[in-house]
């Protein structure tokens, strides 16, 4: 069965820091990964897709995730935190197969705090 | 453009009374699903359908109901059977082929007491 875990229900970091969110997946078949952002009261935005193609994956605001298959994980970087990338970050994971019903199982979530 | 609509964005009801949430898609999506959002507990599946006039539960799926009789619209009622309906609904369509990337709406948060 797949399932998803992230390491980590809140993560602070300063203003111009690194940033690192961890996932690591189970999956018996190479899966579709996906980084999502959510701000507060709203709904879920897409950050970045791992599809096979690449294996580092390139997203929207700076952040970036890099699929390693032998370590099952797909964790998200930012290599400067900016204030407004305070909000809940969830990974998620998706079956390739022609059983797919596009279901997603998602983590429980990261908060990410930014001090500046 | 294109996009998912929830409505609407606040919704107070009282325990024991019915309420249905809308969700409307004008991205030609196929399949289309409902999350529930709790503080600490990420997202879970209420029911999803992947083509009109057909639906499946999820893992949350006691207390609410759905129907999909357009492809555009997937409404989901909360009922009095619901123990706890005080939460963030969440609405969202894909493709059912390619990478099944999900779009989401805005949420509507609702307030049962």
């Known amino acids: 069965a797949q399932s998803v875990t992230q390491l980590g229900s809140h993560v602070s970091v300063s203003e111009g820091a690194l940033v690192l969110l961890r996932c690591n997946y189970s999956s018996s078949v190479p899966p579709y990964l996906f980084w999502y952002v959510q701000y507060p009261n709203q709904g879920l935005q897409l950050l970045l897709k791992y599809t096979s193609a690449a294996t580092l994956v390139k997203g929207i605001n700076g952040f970036e995730a890099e699929f390693k298959k032998s370590e099952t994980s797909f964790h998200l970087t930012k290599p400067s935190a900016h204030m407004s990338d305070a909000a809940e970050y969830f990974c998620a994971v998706n079956l390739k197969g022609s059983s797919n019903t596009g279901k997603l199982i998602f983590g429980q979530g990261t908060t990410l705090q930014v001090k500046p | 453009d294109g996009g998912i609509t929830q409505s609407p964005k606040y919704l107070f009801r009282k325990e024991g009374q019915n309420v249905t949430l809308s969700c409307e898609q004008n991205?030609?999506?196929?399949?289309m699903y409902w999350y529930r959002q709790d503080p600490g507990q990420g997202l879970r599946l209420i029911y999803y359908s992947q083509i009109v006039n057909d639906f499946q539960k999820g893992d949350i799926a006691e207390g609410y109901s759905v129907s999909r009789e357009k492809k555009e619209s997937f409404p989901l009622t909360v009922t009095s059977a619901q123990k706890n309906p005080t939460a963030f609904y969440l609405c969202a369509s894909t493709r059912t082929s390619g990478n099944y990337e999900q779009y989401f709406g805005p949420g509507t948060r609702l307030t049962v007491t």
């Open positions: 991205l030609n999506h196929d399949a």
